[in-house]
């Protein structure tokens, strides 16, 4: 059974050719409006959501199938303390796929262990988002023709922002990326994604303090919204929350086709302003986002009707160490649920959570 928690789940030729089947699906809708007939898509949100939850629900209905699930965990019995395991054992006898949002990392993961159908991580914590990946990935060949041998500045709360993590493990596996991280010393890239991108040869990167100093190398500016829920700590989040404020004036020394992306929602880390100049692809992007999903919907529900084994997923593939260590995040879903106490043992030697990556205590 094939899921998608972290975007390395698909190789990178799977990967392109979902993003080739959104744009068969762009190019030709109504080619697609029945192939999930009579297919069921489960919807299971424990944290808000606009455009994952309603861009999944859309694209479920354009390619005919249909939706069920809750918006918020409190209207379902996970109110009664029902475990993430249960949950999906019960939701598997009513459908044929799950998109799950949780705010504890590594949720989708013990999900993807229980469900017997194809789990699709919606977004853990401050962990991953594959589907914004996805999303970021099709607006990126759509808006610049390629995935490779490019300039990204990544803006922003690095620490919380899971849309940076997944897209960041993405682009690390073409040629020719360099990653800017712009952010506060309190938001930069947590340890273990600092760590992935040192032991990649492929992306180089380095990390500045202002988007101004690099604007004009940028060929993609990522920025993302300082994540107010995340943070432990108030004054800390006020310390750092008007960081970054990108207004039409800092773009008078960017390319002139470069584009913004952002996976939205914004606060104030984008003026309005910004909205009218025809580098800002975030609302496009956001459109992107209902044909990627309606493109791996369809795959994952092919896969599962042919038994499709894994071709290579790490989590999965890896040796784990059992029950021998404690996760040291309390966000992780570890912290919080029975499960099994899954570790991998990485090259350097260092044991990081199965489920959300942290450095074993
Ligand atoms: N980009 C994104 O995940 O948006 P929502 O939180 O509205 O789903």
């Given at each position: 059974m094939r899921h998608l928690i972290d975007p390395t789940d698909l190789t990178v030729e799977e990967t392109e050719r979902i993003i080739a089947l959104a744009e068969e699906i762009i190019a030709d809708r109504a080619a697609f409006s029945e192939v999930c007939k009579g297919k069921k898509l489960a919807t299971l949100f424990y944290e808000p959501s606009t455009r994952t939850r309603l861009s999944f629900t859309s694209a479920m209905l354009e390619l005919g199938g249909q939706v069920i699930g809750f918006s918020d965990a409190n209207s379902s019995s996970v109110s009664k303390g029902e475990t993430v395991a249960d949950t999906v054992r019960v939701i598997r006898c009513f459908a044929d796929i799950i998109a799950m949002r949780h705010y504890k990392e590594g949720a989708p993961l013990v999900a993807s262990q229980y469900a017997g159908i194809p789990v699709i991580n919606a977004g853990d914590g401050s962990h991953a988002h594959p589907t914004q990946t996805l999303t970021d990935l099709l607006t990126i060949k759509r808006e610049k023709g390629r995935f490779d041998h490019m300039t990204i500045g990544f803006c922003g709360d690095l620490k919380f922002g899971r849309t940076v993590h997944s897209l960041l493990k993405a682009l690390s596996r073409y040629e020719g990326i360099e990653a800017i991280l712009i952010s506060p010393e309190e938001l930069r890239l947590p340890d273990y994604m600092l760590q992935e991108l040192r032991s990649n040869s492929k992306i180089r990167f380095r990390e500045v303090r202002t988007m101004e100093e690099v604007m004009p190398e940028l060929d993609v500016l990522y920025m993302t919204r300082v994540q107010k829920e995340r943070f432990l700590d108030e004054e800390e989040f006020d310390r750092v929350k008007n960081s970054f404020v990108l207004d039409p004036s800092k773009l008078v020394s960017a390319k002139k086709d470069m584009i913004v992306l952002h996976p939205l929602p914004r606060v104030n880390e984008i003026t309005r302003a910004v909205d009218n100049d025809p580098r800002a692809a975030y609302f496009r992007q956001v459109e992107n986002?209902?044909?990627?999903?309606?493109?791996?919907?369809?795959?994952?529900?092919?896969?599962?009707?042919?038994?499709?084994?894994?071709?290579?997923?790490?989590?999965?593939?890896?040796?784990?160490?059992?029950?021998?260590?404690?996760?040291?995040?309390?966000?992780?879903?570890?912290?919080?649920?029975?499960?099994?106490?899954?570790?991998?043992?990485?090259?350097?030697?260092?044991?990081?959570?199965?489920?959300?990556?942290?450095?074993?205590?």
């Open positions: 986002g209902k044909f990627v999903r309606m493109a791996l919907i369809y795959t994952l529900l092919r896969w599962a009707d042919e038994n499709k084994p894994f071709e290579r997923t790490p989590v999965f593939g890896a040796d784990y160490v059992v029950n021998e260590l404690e996760c040291q995040n309390r966000r992780c879903i570890s912290a919080s649920e029975d499960v099994d106490r899954l570790f991998v043992r990485g090259d350097d030697g260092v044991c990081r959570c199965a489920y959300c990556e942290a450095k074993a205590k």
